[in-house]
């Protein structure tokens, strides 16, 4: 397989990191975004950018400067946040913060490195079946569940939009995932996960664009 340049962000923990040390140990070349670096993403050897919010502007374009002419096959948007609100006693600011960083965080991200994508680039949102309208049977979580039917409405207008140069994007839910975020209770490890989610990046292409997959190839409703 021919050596990709991937970008990930949120690739300091969790299936972020997971990601990092998948594709390096394959021989990509890993430009590692995130907030704060840990020292088992830097004992990586992976490109680590550091202090990098997926809500701040200024901070993405600084970086958009930085890698200039660099060519990014893959773009995984994945940093996000989860919290629980329930009807009765809701926090708006949970629910902001959360739109913020899963909805506006990714769009920001794909922005900022616009030029850096090329023909035959892909570009993979991390979302969640959680963002499924057609899938809710629970309720609960109102800032989680809005924020990625955001990000999945972005995933489809991404879709079209980037058709035209070549780039093929697709919408993933990883599983439920044992990290800090699920509070390590999820059914299935990060290094699973990341494995299936790079099987489904791998097999992406303009045929198949504008899907919300779950990571085991399963295609997800609305």
Not at 58 to 87: C, F, M, P, S, W
Not at 92 to 97: C, D, P, Q, V
Request: proline letters at 2%.
């Amino acid at each position: 397989m021919t050596t990709k340049t991937v970008l990930v962000t949120g690739a300091n923990r969790g299936i972020g990191l997971e990601l990092c040390r998948q594709l390096k140990a394959r021989g990509d070349t890993v430009i590692a975004v995130c907030r704060a670096s840990t020292l088992e993403l830097d004992a990586l050897g992976v490109q680590v950018e550091s202090d990098i919010n997926v809500t701040d502007p200024k901070a993405l374009y600084a970086l958009g400067v930085r890698l200039k002419g660099k060519k990014v096959d893959t773009l995984i948007a994945n940093a996000g946040i989860l919290q629980h609100e329930e009807l009765g006693n809701l926090n708006f600011g949970t629910i902001e913060a959360q739109l913020e960083v899963n909805a506006l965080g990714p769009l920001r991200t794909v922005e900022a490195f616009l030029n850096n994508l090329h023909e035959d680039s892909k570009v993979a949102l991390i979302t969640s079946r959680m963002g499924s309208i057609g899938d809710n049977s629970s309720g609960g979580y109102y800032g989680y569940r809005m924020s990625k039917a955001a990000l999945n409405a972005a995933g489809m207008s991404l879709a079209h939009d980037l058709k035209g140069r070549g780039v093929a994007v697709v919408t993933l839910h990883p599983g439920y995932v044992r990290t800090d975020m699920t509070g390590n209770s999820g059914g299935i490890a990060p290094a699973e996960s990341a494995k299936l989610l790079i099987a489904r990046i791998d097999a992406l292409s303009l045929k198949t664009t504008g899907k919300f997959l779950h990571a085991n190839g399963e295609e997800l409703p609305w």
